[in-house]
């Protein structure tokens, strides 16, 4: 029975995981260059000044923008760090295929899922764990900052939330002895947290707030 837990425990820990993935972000505002300046002739034209200097919520929004990879390495090392905080000895920790995020400026985003994370456990009194988890399919959300940006971070909320097609399976190998493990995963749609990003260039990092992972995102 103590050895079940056990397994049931890392299979929930895996699909937070997963699913910790709000964004917010932020940047520098951007510079302008000496053309920009109206001569010295000339009086200034505020219109164009305004159109010139983006707002920190707009530099925000336009580096949120676009199409991100998740870096799987980093989240199951954090993954592996988390299980042996609460007493697990974790033997190994690996990550395959791929966690994408698009990000459209104008409210919405669509995540897609294809990764399997599997973990060894030495559970102790000879017995060694092996748990795979596949997360699979697609979900959509609408999002806005639940305050204004700045040029440092922001924090995200979302709404409308679409995941009927995303898909967890679980198998857990005990001494040989197999077995599936029909664990549901919090929902998505019930996970609205504000959720808090930095974005710099081509790099974003997401944390939800009370979470202990932080994804690393890069563009593609």
């Known amino acids: 029975m103590r050895r079940h837990r056990g397994a049931a425990r890392i299979a929930m820990t895996i699909g ?11 940047t520098a505002p951007p510079a302008t260059s000496d053309a920009d300046e109206p001569a010295a002739s000339q009086p200034a034209d505020p219109s164009a000044t305004d159109e010139a200097q983006a707002s920190p919520t707009e530099t925000a929004t336009e580096c949120v923008d676009g199409d991100w990879t998740a870096d799987l ?17 974790v033997t190994s920790a690996d990550a395959t ?26 559970m102790g009194g000879g ?20 305050d204004d940006a700045t040029a440092d971070g922001g924090t995200v909320r979302f709404s409308n939330f679409e995941d009927s097609g995303y898909d967890v399976q679980t198998a857990v190998d005990i001494n040989g002895q197999s077995a599936e493990m029909p664990i549901t995963p919090p929902s ?25 992972f932080t ?5 593609t």
């Open 127 to 146: 017995l060694t764990m092996t748990m795979t988890q596949t997360h699979g399919g697609s979900l959509q959300a609408d999002w806005e900052w639940s």
């Open 215 to 219: 994804t690393s995102w890069t563009r």
């Open 188 to 212: 998505v749609a019930a996970a609205d947290v504000p959720t808090v990003v930095t974005c710099d260039g081509d790099t974003l990092t997401t944390h939800p707030q009370g979470s202990p």
């Open 97 to 122: 295929g791929t966690q994408t995020l698009s990000i459209g400026r104008e409210g919405v985003m669509g995540f897609d899922a294809d990764m399997t994370f599997v973990l060894a456990v030495d």
């Open 73 to 89: 390495d980093d989240l199951v090392g954090q993954l592996a760090e988390q299980l042996t905080s609460t007493g697990m000895n």
């Open 16 to 26: 937070c995981l997963a699913l910790a993935l709000a964004f917010t972000g932020c």
